[in-house]
């Protein structure tokens, strides 16, 4: 029986939690971060949890796999 592929891409940017919640990085926190609100900046230090309504694809995307 063929067996469901971990996207490799959903694992590099997702991780579960163990209450079954996903951590994700913030988007825009990589550069051209000058040109953003000291507030912003700091808003998206760390990392975020997803919301409810993503989260059955991420977990069906990760098949198992979320380290």
Known sequence: ?????????????FRLTASG???HRAAGTSHLASRKSK???????GTK?????????????LAGHSS
């Open 1 to 13: 029986m063929p067996k469901q592929k971990t996207h490799k891409g959903t694992k590099k940017r």
């Open 21 to 23: 919640k996903a951590k």
């Open 39 to 45: 507030k912003t900046r700091r808003n998206r230090r």
């Open 49 to 61: 949890v997803l919301s409810k309504s993503m989260l059955h694809q991420i977990t069906r995307a």
